[in-house]
């Protein structure tokens, strides 16, 4: 009887006992940090656009011009948006976003051979902000070279 009461008493205090927290989510996959001595050039776009704006020919014009004259393997281009729409839909702009600033380069002389292209849709924020907040400068395409 003795035993049957120490041991309801030690369920009853294991059972208010707190339970722990669950661990904590992964962090999300690093993005690859722009190699030692690249150069970065950055296109911004206009909310919900994909068409390179005029004010984005002289950035693309110097990325090209650098990338002829010489020393560049690879052309890294990359499409982002800001948070605001839904997630799937902000993927799917930011690889059209970085097919039109690749075919941009191809126009002006970068070997199509050369470049690598994708979107990282709201990942990758320039400037975090909660969803649906739609801020400029996380609307971009890199270019890295």
């Known amino acids: 009887m003795k035993r049957a009461i120490i041991l309801c008493s030690l369920l009853a205090v294991a059972a208010c006992a707190p339970i722990p927290p669950p661990p904590p989510p992964a962090p999300p996959e690093p993005v690859a940090a722009a190699p030692v001595g690249a150069r970065v050039f950055t296109v911004f776009f206009e909310w919900n656009r994909s068409s390179v704006g005029r004010g984005a ?12 004259a ?18 799937r ?34 990942n990758d924020l320039a400037v975090p902000t909660p969803d649906s907040v739609r ?8 270019i890295t070279e």
Do not use: C, W
């Open 89 to 122: 839909y902000n993927q799917k702009l930011s690889e059209r976003r970085a097919r039109q600033v690749a075919d941009a380069l191809v126009a002006m002389g970068v070997p199509p051979q050369t470049i690598v292209f994708g979107g990282v849709g709201e």
């Open 57 to 68: 020919t002289a950035i693309l014009q110097q990325a090209a011009a650098v990338y002829r």
């Open 135 to 142: 801020e400029p400068r996380n609307r971009r395409v890199t």
């Open 70 to 87: 010489g020393g560049v393997v690879r052309v890294q281009v990359t499409g982002h948006t800001d948070t605001s729409g839904a997630v």
